[in-house]
């Protein structure tokens, strides 16, 4: 029976978990999960990487086969549609060159993405008929695969599966000893087989007995939640995404909820307060999509910690020197999309399945986890 040990509880910890639970002859899991400050819990939900302009081909790879791992698990697990929702993504622009740009980038990306779906040029006024609940819009491109997905009722969601064959969770903050072995949140010494670290933004602490320099940086992230005054309860739950230009994004949910966010605060470090500042920009940026809301419409302000690296790609594999160590991190603002097929493929490495394109996903891991001199 081979041990292994996953250090956090996030979308990569928990899509690890769920992978390792289907092959439960073989495997005992510990899932250790501190909780605090979670960037899958505090995120706003959106799964639509095609219409992206970032120029790194392996993120770009990394995210579409993200979706559609996302899709498939939606699948074989049933999720409801509070969790996943496959109801499509618009995004809109000032004016009818970037729209065409936009379309043109889509058409030209769907035959290596199925998952993404139909495309389709929508009028300012078409858009308004996709999401009745906003009051004004500008043109823009539609994608009919695109997702919204609600973090922390995923990772319930996949623990809960995992729970029933072969994980054990324990609710500790633990560190890694320079022998590669776990110390838990009592001193004791845990031995495993392969250890999998998913602590996001902080993989740098959880390293830190190991003699490596790690590249990852928090970022403060910080939404709204709105309920809007609105005739049309349910319905709201299978509107598009909108991600207006210019506008901080806008997600609805049912009975009328909507998020809307996030920023990106790179001077905040690891704090988790609100700030009056930052939600009146966030509900300003609301007024100007959706007529009649004050601050009386916020019912929820969350806030989590992603995390970066220097040069803002994932990363993700084995750690030099350590065999049995295995890591996972550096998501940035779209680990929902990308963390999926990374929980995925840490489970396969850590069971000794090869897959043969690994490197059309990721930069050397010795760019993130370098050796000290
Ligand atoms: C406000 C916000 C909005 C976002 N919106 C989107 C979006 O719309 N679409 C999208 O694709 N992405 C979005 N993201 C990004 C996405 O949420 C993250 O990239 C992703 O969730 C990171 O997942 P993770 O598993 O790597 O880390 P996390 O979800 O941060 O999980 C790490 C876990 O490890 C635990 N941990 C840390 N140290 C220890 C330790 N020593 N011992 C035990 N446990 C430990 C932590 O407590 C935490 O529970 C958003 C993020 C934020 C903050």
Redesign the pocket.
């Known amino acids: 029976m081979k041990k292994v040990a996953i250090?956090?509880?996030?979308?990569?910890?928990?899509t690890c978990a769920y992978y390792l639970s289907k092959v439960s002859d073989d495997v005992q899991v510990t899932m250790?999960?501190?909780?605090?400050?979670?960037?899958?819990?505090?995120?706003?939900?959106?799964?639509s990487?095609w219409l992206s302009k970032r120029r790194n081909k392996k993120w770009y790879n990394l995210a579409r086969y993200g979706a559609k791992t996302l899709f498939d698990i939606a699948q074989e697990t049933n999720m409801s549609s509070d969790i996943y929702n496959q109801s499509g993504t618009i995004v809109t622009r000032d004016n009818i060159e970037d729209v065409n740009e936009l379309y043109d980038l889509a058409v030209s990306r769907h035959a290596e993405a199925k998952t993404m779906g139909q495309v389709i040029k929508l009028t300012d006024d078409e858009v308004k008929q996709c999401i009745p609940i906003i009051s004004h819009a500008l043109p823009g491109v539609f994608v009919s695969g695109g997702a919204?997905i609600d973090?922390d009722k995923y990772?319930n969601k996949l623990i809960n599966i995992a729970k029933k064959v072969n994980l054990n969770v324990v609710s500790?903050?633990?560190?890694i000893n320079i022998d590669g072995n776990i110390i838990d949140g009592n001193g004791n010494v845990q031995h495993y087989d392969k250890i999998i670290v998913?602590?996001?933004?902080?993989?740098k602490?959880?390293l830190s007995n190991l003699p490596f320099e790690v590249d990852v940086r928090p970022?403060?992230?910080?939404?709204i939640e709105l309920s809007l005054n609105t005739d049309y309860n349910q319905e709201t739950q299978d509107m598009p995404v909108l991600m207006p230009e210019g506008e901080r994004?806008f997600?609805p949910f049912s009975n009328g909820r909507v998020i809307i966010?996030?920023?990106h605060e790179n001077d905040k470090g690891f704090d988790l307060e609100p700030s009056h500042e930052i939600i009146d920009d966030l509900l300003n940026s609301a007024k100007n999509v959706v007529d009649n809301i004050s601050e009386e419409n916020i019912i929820k302000v969350?806030?989590?910690?992603?995390?970066y690296t220097s040069d803002f790609a994932p990363y993700f594999g084995s750690v030099p020197d350590y065999d049995n160590i295995l890591v996972?991190?550096?998501?940035?603002?779209?680990?929902?999309?990308?963390?999926p097929i990374?929980?995925k493929i840490l489970s396969e490495i850590a069971l000794g399945i090869n897959r043969d394109n690994l490197e059309e996903l990721r930069k050397p891991i010795n760019n993130y986890i370098k050796k000290n001199n």
């Open positions: 250090i956090g509880g996030g979308i990569v910890g928990s250790y999960d501190y909780g605090v400050g979670q960037a899958t819990k505090a995120a706003a939900g959106i799964i990487p919204k973090g990772v500790q903050r633990v560190s998913t602590t996001g933004a902080w993989m602490e959880t970022q403060k992230g910080q939404l994004d997600i966010g996030a920023t969350k806030i989590g910690t992603r995390a996972g991190g550096g998501l940035g603002s779209s680990g929902l999309t990308t963390g990374m929980g």
